[in-house]
């Protein structure tokens, strides 16, 4: 892995889990249900000079990575909320970049760490909620084409960590 793959990918690149398991699915939705916890964390004392460096060259600010994660998992839940009231319909995507760089992505990070907050209380309860035949449900992603949302779920654990990553990743290498 190079330097810049590193930093790319502090955790790696995400890769489809082999099974979906009960199991494995309840160590994907703790992994959702104690992100608002770990991202607070990560960024808890940032000044607004830290939170608006970049994690990486040519990369997102701290500000940005927090406000992407709300967006991204606000979408994520809305997918699985219609992929179990609708026949594998087919979703929207968005241009992640463009977004980050809207007006609202230069609010205070504490805007986005409430919604991160209630949002995921709700995505816990509906996916702790969910049988074996909800997680073979899925979306039609305009990228990705069929999704299930089983391998959603193990995707969007790995976004987790991922961005938490590049927040700790930076502030040990910049001694924070």
Same mark, same amino acid.
């Not at 940005?64 to 179990?84: G, P």
């Not at 007006?103 to 209630?118: C, H, K």
């Given at each position: 892995?190079? !330097? ?26 703790? /992994? ?19 939170? !608006? ?7 997102? /600010? ?6 992407? &994660? ?7 839940? /809305? ?8 026949? @594998? ?9 463009? @977004?980050?760089?809207?007006? !609202? ?10 919604? &991160? ?13 969910? /049988?074996?035949? !909800? ?31 590049? &927040? ?7 001694? @924070?």
């Amino acid at each position: 892995m190079t !330097d810049l793959e590193a930093l790319r990918f502090p955790v790696g690149r995400f890769s489809e889990p082999a099974s979906s398991l009960p199991g494995i699915r309840a160590a994907h939705i703790q /992994t959702l249900r104690l992100l608002p916890e770990r991202l607070r964390a990560a960024v808890a004392g940032l000044n607004d000079a830290q939170l !608006d460096t970049p994690y990486r060259e040519n990369g997102w /600010t701290v500000r940005q990575v927090v406000h992407h &994660i709300a967006d991204s998992h606000a979408m994520a839940y /809305t997918r699985c909320k219609l992929a179990l009231t609708e026949d @594998w319909p087919t979703e929207r995507s968005y241009d992640e970049a463009a @977004w980050a760089n809207l007006a !609202d992505s230069r609010l205070p990070v504490d805007v986005s760490l409430a919604m &991160i907050e209630g949002l995921h209380g709700r995505w816990v309860a509906l996916l702790e909620a969910m /049988t074996d035949d !909800d997680f073979r449900k899925g979306y039609i992603h305009p990228q990705r084409g069929r999704e299930m949302l089983a391998k959603a779920l193990a995707m969007y654990d790995w976004h987790s960590r991922h961005h938490t990553a590049h &927040i700790t990743s930076l502030r040990a290498r910049q001694g @924070w």
